[in-house]
């Protein structure tokens, strides 16, 4: 099996309350992911572009691990201060979150399939546009879905919070804990093993 390693620390020469602007917003671009899987103490936005990649957000004081294998984007808190990041996506298929992760979308996030798995304290605003959505909510998770799906997916335990005021599905269905939206196509499942390391450090 090969692998290549890539290793990028982003460092900055100034006090954390005075960060130039080129050091934060910085776009460290990755080649495309379809799934993206989070941990730790980070707070994560999720944009849609048409091209991939993560920047810090302008008010970030923490650091996080970045690693893409396949089409997975694996991000790990590695400070105490929380990390904050701008994941810029295309078509995203999964997101899982655990741990005290916070995650958003800014603006919509249009895509036809859409998986979210959500453990421990985890919490996520999604404002999605699908055709088939399926969530579920672990342990003391919370999930605020705004959007439409033509049909929602639904695998929930007792203890977490699903908020749905801003959210119209035409039909929802509870979901086995395992259950599987159709299977990726060929041309999307991942071409190489290759995996990529980004060490983004302040």
């Known amino acids: 099996m090969a692998f290549a390693t890539i290793l990028l620390l982003l460092t900055a020469t100034a006090p ?15 080649s495309s992911f379809r799934k993206i899987s989070l941990k730790g103490n980070i707070e994560v936005v999720l944009v849609q572009s048409s091209t ?74 999604i404002r999605a546009k699908t055709q088939s959505l399926y969530t579920a ?29 801003d959210f119209i599905a035409l039909r929802t269905q509870e979901a086995l804990e395992n259950y599987t939206l159709p299977a990726l196509s060929g041309k999307d499942r991942p071409e190489t093993n290759l995996v990529s390391r980004l060490s983004l450090v302040l």
């Open 52 to 125: 991939t990649g993560v920047s810090y957000a302008d008010d970030n004081e923490g650091s996080a691990d970045v690693t893409k294998e396949g089409e997975i984007l694996h991000i790990t808190g590695t400070s105490k201060e929380p990390c904050k990041l701008v994941v810029y996506v295309n078509d995203l298929f999964r997101i899982v979150a655990e741990e005290n992760t916070v995650v958003r979308t800014r603006g919509m996030l249009s895509t036809k399939f859409l998986q979210i798995v959500l453990k421990g304290n985890a919490n996520a605003d």
């Open 137 to 165: 909510i672990y342990d003391t998770s919370a999930l605020h879905l705004r959007g439409y799906t033509d049909v929602h997916f639904l695998f929930m335990e007792k203890k977490p919070t699903l908020t749905t005021g």
């Open 16 to 30: 954390a309350s005075v960060h130039t602007i080129a050091n934060l917003l910085k776009l460290h671009k990755i």
